[in-house]
């Protein structure tokens, strides 16, 4: 009895050694806060006050009457599929471009790497001069008319812009987790591929992609969750705008806690935000782990 | 096993809820820090008795310098959160001279352009550690100052404009008016001057038809755009269409009366005069906009280099603008602020002499996370601010600003604060309420870009303008 017992406090005096501190902070930020989270979405707080009336399922109600709100979710699944589907497209063919034997590839790989490293809010004030100043400049010289505007004035074009811009700030980073991928299946598999008569294509087709599955999982999955969240390119590159058309769910939820001092409200927007990327994300996540195969 | 170390997670979680929760009762320590956990009471009365702050300022209203003759303040530490944050390095200076004085410390901080003040005193709040000076938008401000600020009625400039511009909840004053701007159209007199080759007055323009008649002559003369619209919501929404509550009738009593009205959708706007002249003189800056072929595409800085280089006559913006348009401006040009001039003056007269404009930075001082002594050292700031040669050096000479208290009368610096500033003196300024919905100008925004763009009438801008209005409730 006693040496269970001095057993299940030597386990637990280990666990708090080795996962202690990283369960603590784990706790502290992330789950308090969102235990918080929800319970503040029972209440009408403003966001500044001591005073934050309890309403129970008020906020939910208005919620699902918040017209503006479903519509920028509507736009913001629009966004996601569409980016999601044009970074990894062009993330997967960079890779396979600088992974085969060209000269620099180092050098592209950095290169496209780079756009990464800047942050959101410098990206999108970069951007938007290149669309308000520079494309316009160019399309007024070479008179190419869909250029002579600028392209954040309208609402369809600035939403072709974000994802523009998605895909510039994304593909790199996919990219490398795409060519660790490539790397990662083993040269012999590919030899006998070719060996049996497959062309090169054949071999990309049948061969390396399924191999490399699980690179797919990681990386729709990254984009999915950080395009569902997108604020900081939307803030800096559109601000929302032309009159409020791209106003994308996190930013609409920001708007609503911040500006309208609907914390309350704001606040339960986004748990349902994060409830539809958390289920979309899984959803997906579990779908293609059971395609996954090894060789 | 798994249950006991389940358990021990769940009594950890109850055990960081219960540390968080004590820190609510000694908040303040953390900025108190000397004075440790000396209790509400005694700090007041030491206060009081050791530093005499409050009767000081009382007895001499007028006193040189508070600060100088006297207030001790040695260890006390207060943090001021500065929303401008054009001037925090002129107010980090002033925080330190003033510093010198009494020995006391100030830490002015700001925040960047990707938060707003509303959100960083909302997080400062809720972490229990809020600064001693807040300085925020005059509705941010109204929204939270009877829960968290000292009175400051008994204050000496509170009777020199501190309660006319200051925030005011019945007969109790809340905040420190930091600075006037007035919002109107922007002429470069030295540009219209040159083109058309002739001296030209601003008062010279004293209705919609007078200008609309400059704009062709100076169409004709070769500034074939004279005017730069922004494109920006807070600028044509925040600036311009609440020009339109506030000229109902010129009074805060009656704006807010129409803004109740809009509320209960007992208000047809195309019926209303204001409104309609208001957009009538919108509409002929938007012929003539230099922006005019993409209108939503206008650029802030561009506008404001095409005003100080006479690109451009007219600018619709505020005295504010001078920080971006100094950047551009040759030696010499005279520039200054008028009305936006309309054609229908019923029910307002003044509509087409006076400026919209008031106190846009109020500064509270917090008595929540804030001892008593801080507070004293946070007044004794503000005195020294109004009454001391420095202080109102650092505003008016340091900070370019145009000063709320009327026993300020050193001349503003530059040629729009100056405007403000005579506006000011001559009593022209509309008041303006501080009680817009947070979400005004980026919502109303959204609708009046639409407009700009040309992609709706007025009608259309109308209605949804009063469904912005009744959806509020």
Redesign the interface.
């Known amino acids: 009895m006693n040496r269970i017992k001095s057993s299940?406090t030597n386990?637990?005096g280990i666990?708090l050694v080795f996962a202690g501190p990283a369960?603590?902070a784990f706790?502290?930020v992330i789950?308090?806060p969102f235990i918080y989270g929800i319970y503040l979405t029972f209440t009408s707080w403003?966001?500044?006050?001591?005073?934050k009336p309890f309403v129970g399922m008020a906020n939910y109600v208005s919620v699902i009457k918040d017209g503006p709100f479903w519509s920028s979710l509507g736009l913001t699944v629009f966004y996601v599929i569409i980016a999601v589907l044009t970074v990894n497209a062009v993330a997967f063919a960079l890779a396979l471009l600088v992974s085969g034997k060209i000269k620099g590839s180092n050098f592209f790989r950095a290169g496209f790497f780079t756009p990464n490293l800047i942050g959101g809010?410098i990206l999108g004030y970069i951007w938007q001069f290149i669309f308000?100043?520079i494309l316009?400049s160019i399309g007024d010289t070479l008179n190419i008319a869909f250029l002579q505007?600028?392209w954040?004035?309208s609402s369809a074009l600035a939403f072709a812009a974000l994802i523009v811009v998605t895909i510039w700030q994304y593909s790199g980073y996919m990219m490398l987790i795409y060519i660790a991928g490539l790397t990662g299946v083993s040269e012999d598999v590919r030899e006998a591929a070719l060996i049996d008569g497959c062309t090169g294509s054949q071999v990309t087709r049948y061969i390396i992609i399924p191999l490399m599955r699980s690179s797919f999982t990681i990386c729709i999955f990254l984009s999915i969750t950080r395009c569902f969240m997108v604020y900081?390119l939307n803030?800096a590159l559109t601000?929302?705008?032309?009159?409020?058309?791209t106003t994308m769910a996190a930013m609409y939820v920001y708007?609503k806690a911040?500006?309208?001092?609907q914390?309350g409200v704001g606040q339960t927007e986004a748990i349902i935000l994060f409830l539809i990327t958390a289920v979309i994300a899984v959803t997906q996540t579990m779908i293609s782990k059971s395609k996954e195969v090894e060789a | 096993?798994k249950k006991?170390?389940l358990s021990?997670?769940l009594a950890?979680?109850l055990a960081?809820?219960a540390l968080s929760g004590c820190g609510n009762s000694n908040a303040g320590n953390d900025s108190a820090g000397s004075d440790g956990a000396a209790n509400e009471s005694a700090a007041q009365a030491g206060t009081e008795s050791e530093t005499g702050e409050e009767g000081q300022s009382a007895e001499e209203p007028a006193s040189e310098t508070a600060a100088e003759t006297g207030a001790d303040f040695s260890g006390v530490s207060i943090t001021m959160l500065n929303t401008k944050s054009e001037i925090q390095p002129q107010l980090e200076a002033a925080a330190e001279e003033w510093g010198a004085l009494t020995g006391a410390t100030l830490e002015v901080y700001t925040i960047g352009g990707?938060s707003?003040p509303?959100?960083e005193?909302?997080s400062r709040?809720a972490a229990n550690n809020a600064p001693t000076l807040v300085m925020g938008d005059p509705q941010?401000v109204s929204?939270?100052c009877e829960?968290y600020g000292a009175d400051l009625s008994g204050e000496s400039w509170a009777a020199n404009g501190g309660t006319k511009y200051g925030i005011m909840k019945g007969d109790v004053l809340y905040s420190f008016p930091f600075c006037i701007e007035a919002r109107g159209l922007i002429y470069n007199r030295t540009a219209i001057e040159e083109i058309l080759g002739e001296a030209w007055d601003p008062a010279s323009v004293t209705n919609m038809d007078d200008l609309a008649a400059l704009f062709e002559r100076l169409a004709q003369a070769g500034m074939e755009l004279p005017v730069a619209l922004n494109?920006e919501?807070w600028s044509i929404a925040g600036h311009y269409l609440t020009q339109m509550y506030e000229e109902q009738d010129g009074t805060l009593a009656t704006t807010e009366k129409f803004m109740e009205d809009l509320k209960a959708g007992t208000v047809d706007l195309t019926e209303n005069v204001r409104f309609n002249a208001m957009l009538e003189t919108f509409e002929l800056l938007m012929e003539y906009n230099s922006n005019k072929?993409?209108?939503?595409?206008a650029?802030y800085d561009m506008n404001a280099a095409d005003l100080a280089e006479g690109e451009v006559a007219f600018w619709f913006n505020g005295n504010w603008a001078w920080a971006e348009i100094s950047d551009y401006i040759e030696d010499g040009t005279e520039l200054g602020l008028m009305s936006v001039v309309q054609n229908d003056t019923t029910g307002n007269a003044n509509v087409n002499t006076y400026l919209c404009g008031g106190a846009t930075k109020q500064v509270m001082i917090d008595k929540?996370c804030n001892d008593e002594q801080q507070q004293a050292a946070a007044k004794n700031f503000l005195d020294w601010l109004v009454n001391s040669e420095a202080g109102q050096n650092v505003l008016v000479t340091e900070c370019s600003l145009v000063p709320a208290i009327s026993t300020i009368t050193q001349e503003a610096t530059n040629p729009l604060a100056r405007s403000v500033q005579q506006y000011a003196a001559e009593g022209k300024l509309f008041d303006q309420p501080s009680n817009y919905?947070?979400?005004h100008w980026?919502?109303v925004g959204?609708?009046m870009?639409?407009y700009l763009?040309g992609?709706e009438t007025r009608e259309e801008f109308a209605k949804e303008l009063q469904d912005y209005w009744t959806g509020l409730n």
């Open positions: 299940i386990n637990i666990f369960v603590l706790l502290a789950i308090i403003d966001g500044i006050s001591r005073n809010i308000k100043n316009v505007k600028s954040l004035s900081d803030l601000e929302g705008g032309p009159f409020g058309s708007q911040f500006s309208s001092k914390y | 096993m006991k170390v021990s997670l950890l979680t960081i809820g990707d707003s509303a959100k005193i909302g709040y941010d929204d939270f829960e494109m919501d072929s993409d209108p939503l595409a650029d929540e919905p947070g979400d980026a919502t959204a609708i870009q639409k763009a992609e």
